[in-house]
């Protein structure tokens, strides 16, 4: 995969909770680097406005990450602030900085016109709360079957897996 990403590339990688998303931008994150330049990474859990937020939280990354640097512009963003339930630090990425977006919600229609590579992730349900739990403890768990929900509004309305370039299977 990383043959066919070049310099200022963007990159989207979605799937439900606990899949595995963050990790696989990590270290897709870390590998680009040694080819080539770092791409910037951009968590959609920085943009989520507060737990009910998902489909929010996508259109915000298309309108403020992606869709500026079609138009050679800097893309802008404010990281949501969880503590204070509103919008705080901004953030910024040159219009020629490679992008790699991930989070659920990621990879609509929209969004996938703007990108080299999109990833769909996916691991069964039993394992990705287990992962998930284990990651974020007990801020998580009275959240978990809303935030489901959300992800399985957003999988019916756009079928991220059908606009994925690589489909990704976890155990």
């Known amino acids: 995969m990383l043959g066919e990403l070049s310099p200022g590339d963007v990159v989207i990688i979605d799937g439900r909770s606990g899949a595995g998303k963050s990790t696989l931008a990590r270290e897709l994150q870390r590998r680009w680097a040694t080819l ?65 977006l991930e989070g659920s919600g990621a990879l609509t229609p929209a969004a996938a016109s703007f990108a080299a590579v999109t990833i769909w992730l996916d691991a069964p349900a039993d394992v990705r709360k287990q992962r998930a739990l284990a990651r974020d403890g007990e801020t998580y768990r009275p959240h978990w079957e809303r935030w489901a929900a959300q992800e399985q509004d957003h999988i019916s309305r756009n079928d ?8 990704v299977e976890l155990a």
């Open 36 to 100: 080539s330049t770092t791409p910037q990474l951009v968590a959609l859990d920085e943009l989520y406005p507060g737990w009910d937020g998902l489909a929010a939280g996508a259109e915000y990354a298309v309108a403020r990450v992606l869709a500026p640097r079609r138009h050679g512009e800097a893309a802008r963003w404010q990281q949501w602030d969880w503590a204070e339930d509103v919008y705080g630090a901004e953030r910024v990425a040159n219009a020629a900085d490679a992008i790699i």
């Open 160 to 167: 991220p897996r059908s606009l994925a370039t690589h489909v």
